[in-house]
């Protein structure tokens, strides 16, 4: 955890030191726009903003038909806001926990486009004698994307809270392996090596629950209330206020992208296959979709609470007193926001 802060606050001085884009579109905006997401359905729309062009008809729209977006999927929330803040990428996608890392090392200079995806995220395990947080020992090892302060990491955080009280709101922490969903669940599924549980997201989750012997033991919609912003698009404050048109045309183009999911669900498991090639059948990926509690809105879905929980395990050193704090303005009055 250490060396991991210690990078992002390296990254963070060079982001504060970071000039203006040496090449700018006519509109006097920078004439690339570089974007990162993950695998799994809650980065759902960000495939399709790649894959239907959307980003470069909102920018058409706003004036810049010359607009360049270009695309880069990262394993790990880490590495995608350490790219961030070094100034490699303009926009990153990652659980609202990164995020809030990002806000809090930074001064404030990240803050939250708004929500990519809200669903549910399921702890599963092939041990059968876990039943709760309680069971687990230190023989267990549990995949989560990255280590502490993923959104899973953070869950587990908020759900040890509860079981064992503030002082033990880290007692996870030390069995939990950084690995991303695919290698987690090609793991999980071989039966064999020290990974036997993971911290999952959909639609890995659900081949997982599939295997022989594996089982759910919580899910996010359970310690949280409900659902929870595991995928939020983020920027820096400078890209914000020094490229207004072409910041509109992201958060345009995820309202887009958004829409369509709603809209048109076989359209949309369509596109997420296309995009990862994954052995799954389109109706396969509907029935997922159509599952409850799966929220496709810019709107964020209680940030605010895993803004707390980290303040509490001290992860974040800056003090949220709203959802507002970290999110950029655009995204206030959305219904749904908390």
Same mark, same amino acid.
């Given at each position: ?137 230190? &023989?267990?090892?549990? *995949?989560?994307?990255?280590? =502490?302060?993923?959104?899973? !990491? ?5 759900? @040890? $809270? ?90 345009? &183009?995820?309202?887009? *992208?958004?829409?369509?999911? =709603?809209?048109?669900?076989? !359209? ?5 296959? @296309? $995009? ?63």
């Amino acid at each position: 955890m250490r060396a991991f802060v210690r990078m992002i606050l390296a990254a963070a001085v060079t982001l504060s030191l970071a000039g203006p884009a040496i090449v700018r579109s006519a509109l006097g905006e920078v004439n690339e726009v570089r974007l990162t997401r993950q695998p799994g359905l809650v980065y759902l729309p960000l495939m399709i903003m790649e894959h239907e062009k959307f980003i470069e008809k909102e920018a058409k729209a706003r004036g810049n038909p010359d607009l360049k977006v270009s695309w880069f999927v990262f394993n790990s929330g880490g590495a995608a806001v350490d790219a961030l803040l070094s100034g490699n990428v303009d926009f990153v996608t990652s659980g609202c926990s990164n995020l809030l890392v990002a806000w809090s090392a930074s001064g404030g200079k990240v803050k939250g486009v708004g929500g990519a995806g809200a669903i549910p995220m399921i702890l599963v395990t092939r041990n059968p004698n876990v039943k709760s947080l309680k069971d687990f020992t230190s &023989a267990d090892k549990i *995949a989560v994307p990255t280590v =502490r302060v993923s959104m899973q !990491a953070v869950m587990m955080q908020m759900e @040890a $809270e509860k079981e064992f009280g503030l002082d033990q709101i880290r007692k996870m922490d030390p069995i939990t392996v950084a690995m991303g969903h695919p290698d987690a669940y090609a793991a999980l599924s071989t039966g064999k090596g020290e990974i036997d549980s993971h911290f999952s997201l959909p639609p890995y989750e659900q081949e997982e629950l599939k295997l022989p012997g594996v089982h759910a033991v919580i899910d996010s919609v359970k310690i949280a209330g409900g659902p929870v912003s595991n995928g939020v698009v983020f920027s820096s404050v400078a890209f914000h206020d020094n490229n207004p048109a072409t910041y509109a045309a992201v958060l345009a &183009a995820l309202r887009d *992208a958004q829409a369509l999911i =709603r809209n048109d669900k076989r !359209a949309a498991a369509q596109i997420y296959l @296309a $995009e990862t090639h994954e052995k799954l059948t389109v109706d396969e990926l509907v029935t997922i979709m159509n599952g409850p509690n799966f929220v496709y809105s810019v709107a964020p879905q209680r940030a605010q609470k895993v803004s707390e929980t980290m303040y509490r395990a001290g992860s974040i050193k800056m003090k949220a007193t709203s959802w507002r704090d970290f999110f950029f303005p655009e995204v206030y009055n959305d219904k749904g926001s908390s």
